[in-house]
T-cell receptor
Framework: KAGVTQTPRYLIKTRGQQVTLSCSPISGHRSVSWYQQTPGQGLQFLFE???????NKGNFPGRFSGRQFSNSRSEMNVSTLELGDSALYLCASSPGAAVNYGYTFGSGTRLTVV | ELKVEQNPLFLSMQEGKNYTIYCNYS?????LYWYRQDPGKSLESLFVLLSNGAVKQEGRLMASLDTKARLSTLHITAAVHDLSATYFCAVVTYGGATNKLIFGTGTLLAVQP
């Protein structure tokens, strides 16, 4: 059974550019969550999608956005990149709305903004 | 807003020794997860604790949950070098039909020979 797939693994972008990250959840999973991990702030929740609807959003500026497609794949977009956006972005999938199942994380996308 | 605190933040221990990592959280929740992260890698699920008094064990690691005390512990027995990693606890917050994980600060465990 394939795990959570995130692409690309590594990205280098320049300040002011925008970036799109992709996450394919485990087959049959309908919930996708995104997290940002930095040495200073740790793991912070960005947003969660379930059946193409954003159900929850963390405390990030509007430059961070996402969406989910009908096949449950999700994309995250960051516009007008800042140096502080450099981080490991992790995607997690879960079977559904219930939290009993736990979350499976992908390998992450490491974004470096220069 | 739910806050999750772990201590210690850094733990250096010798092989063969026992130790406990603590995870305290500030509001009611009955779902807690423990994850392991190796340097540059993603998060690996270790335990899912779903009710008060839950205890799970896998190898040299044992996790427990006390929802009344809002406390979870991760106990390491007879540590080996392979256990060196960062360990995170994460607590679920509920918001109607939504939920999210709030992570602790992480505990960097270094097991010395």
């Amino acid at each position: 059974k394939a795990g959570v797939t995130q692409t690309p693994r590594y990205l280098i972008k320049t300040r002011g550019q925008q970036v799109t990250l992709s996450c394919s959840p485990i087959s049959g999973h309908r919930s996708v969550s995104w997290y940002q991990q930095t040495p200073g702030q740790g793991l912070q929740f960005l947003f969660e999608y379930f059946s193409e609807t954003q159900r929850n959003k963390g405390n990030f500026p509007g430059r961070f956005s996402g969406r989910q497609f009908s096949n449950s794949r999700s994309e995250m977009n960051v516009s007008t990149l800042e140096l502080g956006d450099s981080a490991l972005y992790l995607c997690a999938s879960s079977p559904g709305a219930a939290v009993n199942y736990g979350y499976t994380f992908g390998s992450g996308t490491r974004l470096t903004v220069v | 807003e739910l806050k999750v605190e772990q201590n210690p933040l850094f733990l250096s221990m010798q092989e063969g020794k026992n130790y406990t990592i603590y995870c305290n959280y500030s509001t009611t929740s009955d779902r807690l997860y423990w994850y392991r992260q190796d340097p540059g890698k993603s998060l690996e699920s270790l335990f899912v604790l779903l009710s008060n008094g839950a205890v799970k064990q896998e190898g040299r690691l044992m996790a427990s949950l006390d929802t009344k005390a809002r406390l979870s512990t991760l106990h390491i027995t007879a540590a080996v070098h392979d256990l060196s990693a960062t360990y995170f606890c994460a607590v679920v917050t509920y918001g109607g039909a939504t939920n999210k994980l709030i992570f602790g600060t992480g505990t960097l465990l270094a097991v010395q020979p």
